[in-house]
């Protein structure tokens, strides 16, 4: 069990770390807008554009993905920040009741 400093740093380490996967979601979600209007161009094109419009497709679908899993993390991440400062205001008593 972490003590109440511990666990204070241990949110703001969090806290942080979710900052910087919030940048990693803006810039997947640019990519995959832009890979889609490629993949959108490309496929009404023929010859070499229509593969690499394929391309963009399947790519924009992968970074969607990627976006989607991204964004869980976020949210489980701020899960776990509130579940450790919930911890720091229940009582100590309320604590062993709950065990």
Do not use: Y
């Not at 996967?21 to 979600?29: A, N, S, V």
């Not at 094109?45 to 970074?63: D, E, H, K, N």
């Amino acid at each position: 069990m972490l003590n109440r400093t511990q666990a204070l740093d241990e949110a703001r380490k969090q806290k942080a770390a979710l900052e910087r996967i919030g940048r990693w979601r803006r810039w997947l979600f640019n990519l995959s807008g832009t890979l889609f209007a490629l993949a959108i161009i490309g496929l009404r094109q023929s010859g070499w554009l229509f593969g690499l419009g394929a391309a963009a497709a399947v790519a924009a679908a992968v970074s969607c993905l990627a976006m989607f899993a991204v964004d869980l993390s976020i949210r489980n991440g701020r899960r776990n920040v509130e579940r450790i400062l919930d911890s720091l205001e229940r009582p100590k008593h309320e604590k062993e009741l709950a065990s």
